[in-house]
């Protein structure tokens, strides 16, 4: 099992530039998770969506982000404009609704995300 | 409102020194307690779930246990390779998310 897979790992973005990251899940688990973690606030949920449906995006910053899963093994994070204050890592996850590991979530790699 | 408080911030021990990190937390209707291990430059690793007071898990130098108000990971005999922040999150009430403390950075000294 690959795990979740996310890329790029790393960017480096001049502000007012749109970012678009991306996320594919463990095969098979229906949650997605995206959370960004900073060294202030720590790991902070965006949205998550069960089913390819945005279930809680409350956690989302401002109307700057949006996020897609257009099928069950890709989603996507998109930052326009993006500002400095939106340097941090952004980690996705995924999970299933079943079975004895049902609601643990295992993370990816995370992205790196820059802007100057 | 539902918390989790994650304590000490930091921790620095001796290989071999034997320790507990806390995670207070306080939610209605409790579903499970998450312990996950985070690396710098990656993303959490899982290694416990506990789903109800008095239940304890174990993996190699670590012990997770339950009540009903914090869960502990105990570590024994650290090795520097333990080094690590750890997290704790909990999943409970109406939705489904996990809410994360802010972690405990832990140091092994060998």
């Known amino acids: 099992d690959a795990g979740v897979i996310q890329s790029p790992r790393h960017e480096v973005t001049e502000m007012g530039q749109e970012v678009t990251l991306r996320c594919k899940p463990i095969s098979g688990h229906d949650y997605l998770f995206w959370y960004r973690q900073t060294m202030m606030r720590g790991l902070e949920l965006l949205i998550y969506?069960?089913?390819?449906?945005?279930?809680?995006d409350s956690g989302m910053p401002e109307d700057r982000f949006s996020a897609k899963m257009p099928n069950a093994s890709f989603s996507t994070l998109k930052i326009q404009p993006s500002e400095p204050r939106d340097s941090a890592v952004y980690f996705c996850a995924s999970s299933t609704s079943a079975g004895a590991l049902q609601e643990t979530q295992y993370f990816g790699p995370g992205t790196r995300l820059l802007v100057l | 409102e539902d918390q989790v408080t994650q304590s000490p911030e930091a921790l620095r021990l001796q290989e071999g020194e034997s320790s507990s990190l806390n995670c207070s937390y306080t939610v209605s209707g409790l579903r499970g307690l998450f312990w996950y291990r985070q690396d710098p430059g990656k993303g959490p690793e899982f290694l416990f779930t506990l789903y109800s007071a008095g239940e304890e898990k174990e993996k190699e130098r670590l012990k997770a246990t339950l009540t009903k108000k914090e869960s502990f990971l105990h570590i024994t005999a650290p090795k520097p390779e333990d080094s690590a922040t750890y997290l704790c999150?909990?999943?409970?009430?109406?939705?489904?998310?996990?809410?994360f403390g802010k972690g405990t950075l832990l140091t092994v000294n060998p």
């Open positions: 999150a909990y999943s409970g009430g109406s939705n489904y998310k996990l809410t």
């Open positions: 969506f069960n089913n390819n449906v945005p279930i809680d």
